[in-house]
């Protein structure tokens, strides 16, 4: 399949991903807003959501003073943030407009209509009155692409790159959202290990769509190690970060090659398949979750850039710019 | 005027279906099931982009439900017409390229081709496979009365509008199926498999098996991507853009998942100004350097040749009627619309004479701009014309002005006539063939002559009948 191709379907992927876990982790905002607090207490959730979501350096003023409304404007509506829900609907539905002759129209027409009904509809009136509700639209509109792709399109090659922008996307969330739990929240909370302290892993767990799953799986009240170990260790979590990479892993076997950058590739997930396959949870806590995590989405980053690469996502630049050899 | 849906005062019979279904609907339903068309293409993507002009990007053409019909014996003559003009055509870019035999025998001036900025000299000498410049070649044709067709102008570069009769007898299909039921109209289904029958019977000389097709864009920001990418999708090959490809040892090759492959016959959708920076527009990023020297050595055929534009300006037009006797030795079946040379001195006098009577068009203009229409223009507008004409003659031409036949249009007053044209599209390969339908465009605006969709004009389904179809 053509390069450009690959990238435009591994894009449209990640930006469909990124949209709905915006729209989640905005609905684990608007849970945590309302949690009772000390009065003196400063609100960070804000902040945390808007570092969860990978908008640290994107967002425009104070993270310190960032509340609901400005953080729905910058997480929803800026067209300046890559992952605003708007401009990640909008770059989906660029990925797919360039790469259309991959999608089924059935793929193509479920993400242009939720573009045109952001653009036309949803921004034309304050969606603050109904916050769960275009909430709940957005993951849905998401999950539809979802149910599109896999009920509509070839297992071919470009079904491979739409997963590896799934998972990859999914990856970097998942471990962002647990790094911002562990290293925002609790030291301006002061409150290790009460009562908001639970209630807020309890957040992290809805915003990855597993607070059930959590009682399913482990039969008891939530606490930090049975989240972590949901979310980065247990295979049948849909979102954990071993899911994630063995399943990435799987995708990019379906297109590599066997030498060169895309063996390459292969191994290098491979490895780090491997390396969550054999730790646990206490060798993640004596290294330190933070650090731990911290390597991870360095490492996926990196991985996401050595897809582009072994795929040639990006065209080579012309030979006359190239430095003659002597 | 000549109206579209009658003969004589009475209904024709072509039209005597649809005029029973509008009846039957009534003018509120067909409104609303417009409003429904129109949701249709806006979800299918079936866009139209105006340059320079802003607003949304996605604008769609307008759409008419009432179909225009043409019967069978109607359409032998567009059918026959248009094919020997595409055939005359491109034996002409040949010879213009090649030998020059029609200049040796006096019958154009040489000037014409050596002087027109379409020309390319890099062509010289190149006889593409089977001989063919202009493989898709759009027939701008008028009618003015029942059997009277005029030719308006050719577009052997790199004509659109084919997914829109594709697309629009798609959607007249899915929202009225019954109107299709008695099986009449002929089916437009064939183009995707007629356009790479013809693709493949141009493969390149160095190429031996299966040639592997391709369609070049611009890329999603222009205004026929639409097109583009239904052409890609319907012959089911790789829609491919400048930075995917790169030529190595005269053959094509596109930058894949699994390495480089070859591309043998290239539909591009590029003018030839920007297709290849090695050789004309250095700062072209949308092209491919090199591609020129891949196709003059035989390693790639380009779908039309560059080069195929030196007749579609409006003086070389004044010109097929004599290529068509010269290559043919035929009569032409579809006549041009007579047509003053201001190059000539005698034409000149003619038209300043009688400016407020005719349409002036620039030579080289296209999408309706440029021009003036001498009926309805005003004293100032026709003088500052006339000042332009006298200032550089050659740069014009100008027609009579043609009274257009009219079609029907769904106005909220009900039907209404409107002007129209038609666009054929004629395939050049081991035959040369058309389907069964055409790009009809409609002026929108009441009295307005003006079809162009950059100026408000708007689509029909255009429905050819079996031939007793019509009884």
Redesign the interface.
């Known amino acids: 399949m053509l390069s450009r191709t690959a990238e435009g379907l591994f894009w449209m992927s990640r930006y469909i991903e990124r949209m709905s876990n915006i729209a989640r982790l905005l609905d684990a905002g608007r849970r945590m807003d309302a949690l009772p607090q000390e009065p003196d207490a400063r609100s960070t959730e804000w902040a945390s959501i808007l570092i969860s979501a990978g908008c640290r350096d994107s967002y425009p003023s104070d993270l310190d003073d960032a509340n609901q409304a400005n953080a729905l404007a910058h997480l929803v509506w800026d067209e300046d943030n890559p992952s605003s829900i708007y401009a990640c609907a909008k770059a989906a539905r660029s990925n797919a407009r360039a790469v259309r002759v991959a999608l089924t129209s059935e793929v193509w027409d479920v993400i242009n209509q939720t573009y045109l009904e952001l653009r036309d509809v949803y921004r034309l009136r304050p969606i603050s009155r109904d916050l769960v509700g275009f909430l709940d639209w957005v993951k849905e509109r998401a999950a539809l692409m979802r149910g599109m792709i896999a009920s509509t399109m070839l297992r071919d090659d470009g079904y491979a790159f739409i997963e590896m922008g799934k998972w990859i996307e999914r990856a970097d969330a998942t471990a962002r959202l647990l790094d911002v739990k562990y290293h925002v929240l609790l030291p301006s909370a002061g409150n290790v290990g009460g009562g908001v302290d639970t209630l807020q892993w309890m957040n992290v767990l809805r915003a990855t769509n597993s607070a059930r799953a959590y009682r399913h799986v482990y039969r008891r009240t939530v606490e930090p190690r049975g989240v972590v170990d949901l979310l980065v260790l247990n295979r049948i979590s849909p979102r954990s970060l071993i899911t994630c990479i063995t399943q990435c892993l799987l995708s990019l076997h379906e297109v590599a090659g066997f030498e060169g950058a895309q063996s390459d590739l292969v191994n290098r997930l491979q490895a780090l398949q491997e390396r969550l396959s054999t730790t646990n949870l206490d060798a993640i806590f004596t290294y330190g979750l933070h650090e731990w995590l911290t390597d991870f989405i360095i490492e996926v980053n990196n991985l996401a850039v050595a897809i582009g690469d072994a795929f040639s996502f990006h065209p080579p630049a012309p030979a006359t710019l190239q430095p003659q050899p002597q | 005027m000549y109206n579209e849906m009658y003969r004589d005062e009475a209904l024709r019979r072509e039209y005597r279906e649809i005029a029973e279904w509008i009846a039957q609907q009534g003018t509120d339903t067909l409104l609303t099931r417009q409003a429904e068309a129109d949701e249709l293409f806006?979800?299918?993507?079936i866009t139209f982009a105006v340059y320079g002009e802003g607003g949304d990007p996605d604008r769609l053409i307008p759409f008419d439900m009432v179909p225009r019909v043409f019967n069978a014996r109607e359409w032998t003559k567009v059918d026959s017409g248009s094919i020997q003009r595409a055939n005359a055509l491109n034996a002409f870019i040949k010879d213009a390229y090649g030998a020059r035999e029609i200049f040796r025998a006096g019958l154009i001036p040489e000037s014409m081709i050596t002087g027109n900025d379409a020309y390319l000299e890099i062509m010289e000498g190149y006889t593409p496979p089977l001989g063919i410049y202009s493989h898709i070649v759009g027939v701008d044709l008028v009618r003015v009365a029942e059997d009277e067709f005029y030719v308006l102008e050719d577009n052997c570069r790199t004509p659109s509008g084919v997914s829109y009769v594709l697309q629009n007898r798609e959607v007249m299909s899915r929202m009225f199926p019954d109107l299709f039921v008695e099986g009449h109209i002929r089916p437009v289904d064939g183009y995707g498999d007629m356009l790479a029958e013809a693709m493949q019977a141009v493969a390149p000389p160095m190429c031996d098996g299966e040639p592997t097709l391709a369609i070049l864009t611009p890329?999603?920001f222009n205004s026929a991507?639409y097109e583009h990418?239904y052409l890609?999708?319907l012959m089911g090959v790789?829609?491919?853009?400048g930075?995917?490809l790169f030529v190595e040892d005269n053959r094509l090759y596109?930058?894949?998942?699994?390495g480089p492959e070859r591309i043998d016959v290239l539909y591009r959708r590029i003018d030839d100004d920007f297709i290849d920076p090695s050789v004309f527009n250095p700062d072209s990023v949308l092209g491919v350097?090199g591609i020129i020297g891949a196709m003059k050595a035989g390693g790639l055929t380009l779908v039309n040749a560059p080069g195929a534009g030196i007749v579609d300006d409006k003086a070389m037009y004044t010109y097929v009627p004599d290529m068509i006797r010269f290559y043919l030795g035929e009569e032409p079946i579809l006549p041009n619309v007579p047509t003053w040379r201001c190059s000539e001195k005698d034409d000149l006098g003619h038209v300043l004479d009688n400016i407020s009577e005719l349409v002036v068009k620039e030579v080289h203009g296209s999408g309706g701009y440029g021009m003036l229409i001498g009926p309805t223009s005003t004293k100032a507008e026709i003088a500052e014309f006339s000042q332009k004409l006298k200032d550089n003659p050659g740069n014009y031409i100008a027609q009579p002005t043609l009274s257009l036949s009219t079609s029907p249009v769904l106005t909220e007053a009900g039907l209404a006539p409107r002007h129209v044209d038609l666009r054929p599209f004629v395939i050049s390969g081991k035959t040369t063939r058309m389907i069964p339908s055409g790009l009809t465009r409609v002026a929108l605006r009441e009295g307005s002559l003006v079809v162009n969709s950059s100026q408000g004009g708007g689509v029909k389904d255009t429905w050819v009948l079996t031939d007793g179809g019509d009884v």
Do not use: C, K, S, W
Not at chain 2, 42 to 45: D, H, L, N, Q, S
Not at chain 2, 238 to 241: F, K, R
Not at chain 2, 254 to 258: A, I, N, P, S, V
């Open positions: 806006r979800r299918i993507g890329g999603q991507y990418f890609a999708d790789d829609l491919v853009e930075p995917d596109m930058r894949t998942t699994r350097p």
